[in-house]
């Protein structure tokens, strides 16, 4: 009977085992046979390297950092934070200084001509490291959905939800009654600033790809992108607040006088009545 048992475990760790270096290989193939050199960090998802000999932009997939320049969007609260972090960890934490190994989805350009990339380092702890899963993890980086570069998005919400159980990055304020505002007391100091805005739900549609939830004053309107909503949203309705008095957390920005918060997840919502 027990030469039987040390049988069975034996056959147990050999299929383990087995099942470990299969996947492994398969990872191997996909994006280790090559390194680019890193010739500039430009922001928390934003990296420049060299690829097929010119340097190139590369965009990583699935994540929008804070900004650190203001443009179509203003300077995040959490913008240079996330910029050092990157920094950090390509520079500083990596075993081959500066170099990145990079993985791709099928369309490998975006619209802006950057490369698109799921981004790795080789830490000094001998492990591959998942750059991109790393700065959501910390809560540096929000999920960005697209249908077409899903390929880790499992590990994305599994990292966004860490960041947000943990308090990390940009939910650290999540418990701050000083971060909470009302929409007619919002001013264009708080553009770039996270908070929790608390006002009454006017309307609620859809445009696009787009969600849109309207205040009752007109001072401010929340956003929600179809994608996130499929992946986040699984006990909420967002239609069941209508006329509810809720507050949203997420980074403030402003669009033809409006505010506007670009929210990710049910769990940056609250029904106050």
């Given at each position: 009977m027990?030469?039987?048992?040390?049988?069975?475990?034996?056959?147990?760790?050999?299929?383990?085992?087995?099942?470990?270096?299969?996947?492994?290989?398969?990872i191997?193939?996909?994006?280790?046979?090559?390194?680019?050199?890193?010739?500039?960090?430009?922001?928390?998802?934003?990296?420049?390297?060299?690829?097929?000999?010119?340097?190139?932009?590369?965009r990583?997939?699935?994540?929008?950092t804070?900004?650190?320049?203001?443009?179509?969007?203003p300077?995040?609260?959490?913008?240079?934070?996330?910029?050092?972090?990157?920094?950090?960890?390509?520079?500083?934490?990596?075993?081959?200084?500066?170099?990145?190994y990079m993985?791709?989805?099928s369309?490998?350009?975006?619209?802006?001509?950057?490369?698109?990339?799921?981004?790795?380092?080789?830490?000094?702890?001998?492990?591959?490291?998942?750059?991109?899963?790393?700065?959501?993890?910390?809560?540096l980086?929000?999920?960005l959905?697209?249908?077409?570069?899903?390929?880790?998005?499992n590990?994305?919400?599994?990292?966004?939800k860490?960041?947000y159980?943990?308090?990390?990055?940009?939910?650290?304020?999540?418990?701050?009654?000083?971060?909470?505002?009302?929409?007619?007391?919002?001013?264009d100091?708080?553009?770039?600033k996270?908070?929790?805005?608390?006002?009454?739900?006017?309307?609620?549609?859809?445009?696009?790809?787009?969600?849109?939830?309207?205040?009752?004053?007109?001072?401010?309107?929340?956003?929600?992108?179809?994608?996130?909503y499929?992946?986040?949203f699984?006990?909420?309705?967002?239609?069941?607040?209508?006329n509810?008095?809720?507050?949203?957390?997420?980074?403030?920005?402003?669009?033809?006088?409006?505010?506007?918060?670009?929210?990710?997840?049910?769990?940056?919502?609250?029904?106050?009545?």
């Open positions: 027990l030469k039987k048992l040390y049988i069975f475990v034996g056959i147990l760790i050999s299929l383990l085992l087995i099942t470990s270096c299969s996947k492994q290989t398969q191997n193939k996909s994006y280790i046979e090559k390194n680019y050199y890193v010739s500039k960090v430009i922001d928390g998802d934003t990296i420049k390297v060299y690829y097929d000999g010119d340097e190139t932009s590369v990583l997939i699935g994540i929008d804070p900004e650190t320049h203001s443009g179509d969007k300077i995040g609260e959490l913008g240079d934070t996330a910029y050092w972090f990157v920094r950090n960890k390509i520079y500083s934490e990596n075993s081959k200084k500066s170099y990145v993985e791709f989805d369309n490998s350009y975006g619209n802006y001509g950057r490369l698109l990339a799921y981004v790795y380092y080789k830490g000094k702890d001998g492990k591959m490291h998942f750059l991109n899963e790393e700065i959501i993890k910390n809560g980086a929000r999920p959905f697209y249908s077409d570069t899903s390929k880790h998005k590990e994305f919400i599994e990292a966004y860490y960041a159980e943990n308090r990390k990055g940009i939910f650290q304020f999540f418990d701050d009654d000083n971060r909470k505002i009302y929409e007619n007391d919002l001013s100091s708080d553009i770039g996270i908070r929790w805005v608390r006002f009454k739900v006017k309307s609620i549609s859809r445009s696009g790809s787009f969600y849109h939830i309207y205040s009752e004053n007109n001072k401010v309107y929340i956003t929600i992108r179809c994608d996130e499929k992946a986040f699984k006990n909420l309705n967002i239609y069941d607040l209508d509810k008095e809720i507050e949203v957390y997420g980074e403030v920005w402003k669009d033809n006088g409006i505010y506007e918060i670009l929210a990710r997840s049910e769990f940056e919502f609250k029904v106050i009545k």
